[in-house]
């Protein structure tokens, strides 16, 4: 497990599998407004309920029906990003449609105003989390290789050249491969092997390029009931079974120019003491992975009407207690030219993986929300959520509930992360008796220490999101439309090793990460009916 966490200190760029602080970060982050009309509001329902999303923020919303209802809300998203590495702009999109709810509530009305005047219950499921976005990173004349990180990776396995072939087990699975590749090789100086990257002369230039593919989804499926006391205090419990999927197909690729010599790089030969000379060339690594799963969460609140135009709110959710699989594997490919007397011959070399699978837990941490909803007479509302979610809390196990074998991981995650203080902010305003306008925004912070900010080579920064939208809704049918446009900086490393100052030829404390900008846009449309 630690080979494979030091591998994976970079979830984004260069991450296999998700048993590291910064995967269990990127694998927490769901944001609310699984309907239109909660989306349009910034997902500020806590304190409103009689909406099926507001179920997963604060379930005491389920108290507030006053009729049963069924609901379905077609998702149209387009995620874009926007890199910037060494000077150079990339752009890559990738458009999806999915469902963002569909709920049915049953209410149970008592004939009294006083005292339990109804109980309900939900069942359903609100759409959590998307992965689906694409991200392209390239840049020109880079100074470092990632075939120096693959070779201060093998001399820190400790693995001798004799062994390192098909050594899985104790080696950085991409330092194997790339000396299987024939991407790495080693010198020997009085007895002592050094790994070190093909370009040994140093000085060449080095385009560099990166593609990640993602796609996947977090679903809450949702067992709720709900009830209503007086019409002064709602309260209501949740029990959510979530399902996880994610996958990341990611390629990597360099291309070597040559020196003032004409000479690209070098190789080392050990059997003759001398170096094959290269002029130009190229390589690739491809890693995928996929992660799935289930967990399972609870969660409880209430909310209080001191006066008729007030609602106050307060809901805590446990952790989510997710059991978890990862399948991972990658392959380099070297496509290299060979200088020999006045030609040249090009040489392919090609080195795979194992299928890798592990099974393990992955516990989130704690959130609560406080809520404030004001109406403003028959006219409209404002509300406003406050949440915060423990980050530090998240755990990492082992499939039987062990948590040594994480002990490093688990000590970073709570050394790295702390509390995030989220923000929502929701309006309503009724143009009509059966129609309205929306509007919105929720602030979703970074969780990260000062500590955390300096190890997490891919920092996701705070997302900001920006929500509109309109409802139309007579006594038996509802129609909600919503645009949410959520932004996201991030800084993504593509590779980071330690500073050697004693190898001035391979600038080993070269860490230049890549400017990513994500813009999610969603159309949201949900149909209702009430029964």
Same mark, same amino acid.
Do not use: C
């Given at each position: 497990?630690?080979?494979?966490?030091?591998?994976?200190?970079?979830?984004?760029?260069?991450?296999?599998?998700?048993?590291?602080? #910064?995967?269990?970060?990127?694998?927490?982050?769901?944001?609310?407004?699984?309907?239109?009309?909660?989306?349009?509001?910034?997902?500020?329902?806590?304190?409103?309920?009689?909406?099926?999303?507001?179920?997963?923020?604060?379930?005491?919303?389920?108290? /507030?029906?006053?009729?049963?209802?069924?609901?379905?809300?077609?998702?149209?998203?387009?995620?874009?990003?926007?890199?910037?590495?060494?000077?150079?702009? =990339?752009?890559?999109?990738?458009? !999806?449609?999915?469902?963002?709810?569909?709920?049915?509530?049953?209410?149970?009305? #008592?004939?009294?105003?006083?005292?339990?005047?109804?109980?309900?219950?939900?069942?359903?499921?609100?759409?959590?989390?998307?992965?689906?976005?694409? &991200? #392209?990173?390239?840049?020109?004349?880079?100074?470092?290789?990632?075939?120096?990180?693959?070779?201060?990776?093998?001399?820190?396995?400790?693995?001798?050249?004799?062994?390192?072939?098909?050594?899985?087990?104790?080696?950085?699975?991409?330092? /194997?491969?790339?000396?299987?590749? +024939?991407?790495?090789?080693?010198?020997?100086?009085?007895?002592?092997?050094?790994?070190?990257?093909?370009?040994?002369?140093?000085?060449?230039?080095?385009?560099?390029?990166?593609?990640?593919?993602?796609?996947?989804?977090?679903?809450?499926?949702?067992?709720?009931?709900?009830?209503?006391? =007086? !019409?002064?205090?709602?309260?209501?419990?949740?029990?959510?079974?979530?399902?996880?999927?994610?996958?990341?197909?990611?390629? @990597?690729?360099? +291309?070597?120019?040559?020196?003032?010599?004409? /000479?690209?790089?070098?190789?080392?030969?050990?059997?003759?003491?001398?170096?094959?000379?290269?002029?130009?060339?190229?390589?690739?690594?491809?890693?995928?992975?996929? &992660?799935?799963?289930?967990?399972?969460?609870?969660?409880?609140?209430?909310?209080?009407?001191?006066?008729?135009?007030?609602?106050?709110?307060?809901?805590? !959710? &446990?952790?989510?207690?997710?059991?978890?699989?990862?399948?991972?594997?990658?392959?380099?490919?070297?496509?290299?030219? @060979?200088?020999?007397?006045?030609?040249?011959?090009?040489?392919?070399?090609?080195?795979?993986?194992?299928?890798?699978? +592990?099974?393990?837990?992955?516990?989130?941490?704690?959130?609560?929300?406080?809520?404030?909803? $004001?109406?403003?007479?028959?006219?409209?509302?404002?509300?406003?959520?406050?949440?915060?979610?423990?980050?530090?809390?998240?755990?990492?196990?082992?499939?039987?509930?062990?948590?040594?074998?994480?002990?490093?991981?688990?000590?970073?995650?709570?050394?790295?992360?702390?509390?995030?203080?989220?923000?929502?902010?929701?309006?309503?305003?009724?143009?009509?008796? &059966?129609? =309205?306008?929306?509007?919105? +925004?929720?602030?979703?912070?970074?969780?990260?220490?000062?500590?955390?900010?300096?190890?997490?080579?891919?920092?996701?920064?705070?997302?900001?999101?920006?929500?509109?939208?309109?409802?139309?809704?007579?006594?038996?049918?509802?129609?909600?439309?919503?645009?949410?446009?959520?932004?996201?900086?991030?800084?993504?490393?593509?590779?980071?090793?330690?500073?050697?100052?004693?190898?001035?030829? !391979?600038?080993?404390? $070269?860490?230049?990460?890549?400017?990513?900008?994500?813009?999610?846009?969603?159309?949201?449309?949900?149909?209702?009916?009430?029964?």
């Amino acid at each position: 497990m630690k080979k494979i966490y030091a591998l994976l200190i970079s979830f984004s760029i260069f991450g296999l599998s998700a048993q590291t602080p #910064f995967d269990a970060l990127n694998l927490s982050q769901e944001q609310a407004g699984a309907t239109a009309r909660s989306a349009a509001m910034g997902g500020a329902f806590g304190a409103i309920g009689g909406d099926f999303s507001s179920i997963s923020i604060n379930p005491a919303g389920l108290g /507030v029906y006053r009729s049963g209802e069924m609901s379905i809300t077609p998702v149209i998203s387009h995620n874009s990003t926007n890199s910037n590495y060494l000077n150079m702009s =990339s752009d890559a999109s990738r458009d !999806h449609f999915g469902l963002g709810n569909v709920g049915f509530v049953f209410t149970s009305p #008592f004939v009294r105003d006083k005292g339990l005047v109804s109980f309900n219950v939900g069942i359903g499921y609100n759409r959590l989390m998307n992965f689906n976005r694409e &991200t #392209f990173i390239a840049g020109n004349g880079s100074p470092s290789s990632y075939l120096d990180y693959l070779a201060s990776e093998a001399n820190a396995s400790g693995v001798s050249t004799a062994d390192m072939v098909g050594n899985f087990d104790n080696a950085n699975w991409s330092s /194997v491969l790339g000396y299987e590749a +024939y991407l790495v090789d080693y010198v020997t100086d009085g007895g002592i092997e050094t790994y070190i990257p093909i370009f040994a002369d140093g000085g060449v230039p080095v385009d560099q390029r990166k593609v990640i593919s993602e796609s996947g989804k977090v679903d809450e499926w949702l067992i709720s009931m709900g009830g209503n006391i =007086s !019409h002064k205090f709602y309260f209501g419990a949740s029990m959510g079974l979530r399902s996880l999927d994610y996958k990341r197909e990611s390629r @990597y690729e360099e +291309y070597f120019g040559s020196n003032a010599d004409g /000479v690209s790089y070098l190789q080392y030969n050990p059997s003759t003491d001398d170096y094959y000379a290269y002029n130009g060339g190229a390589f690739t690594h491809d890693d995928h992975l996929e &992660t799935s799963g289930y967990g399972v969460n609870f969660k409880a609140g209430f909310i209080f009407r001191p006066v008729d135009a007030l609602r106050l709110g307060l809901s805590i !959710h &446990t952790p989510t207690y997710y059991s978890l699989s990862d399948d991972y594997s990658e392959e380099i490919e070297g496509d290299i030219y @060979y200088v020999e007397g006045s030609g040249q011959e090009k040489l392919g070399t090609y080195s795979e993986s194992p299928l890798g699978s +592990y099974d393990y837990k992955l516990n989130t941490g704690l959130k609560m929300t406080a809520s404030a909803a $004001y109406f403003i007479g028959k006219r409209g509302m404002v509300s406003v959520d406050y949440e915060l979610s423990d980050k530090a809390g998240m755990q990492l196990l082992t499939q039987n509930g062990n948590s040594s074998t994480f002990l490093q991981e688990n000590s970073d995650i709570n050394s790295y992360y702390g509390t995030a203080h989220n923000v929502r902010i929701g309006g309503e305003f009724r143009l009509a008796p &059966t129609f =309205s306008l929306r509007g919105g +925004y929720a602030y979703y912070a970074d969780a990260y220490t000062d500590l955390g900010g300096e190890n997490a080579f891919d920092k996701i920064n705070a997302t900001n999101a920006y929500a509109l939208g309109f409802g139309y809704r007579d006594q038996n049918f509802f129609i909600d439309l919503a645009y949410v446009l959520s932004q996201t900086n991030a800084s993504a490393q593509l590779y980071y090793f330690p500073v050697d100052t004693s190898d001035p030829d !391979h600038l080993q404390n $070269y860490d230049a990460a890549a400017n990513v900008k994500s813009s999610d846009n969603k159309l949201m449309f949900t149909v209702g009916f009430k029964f």
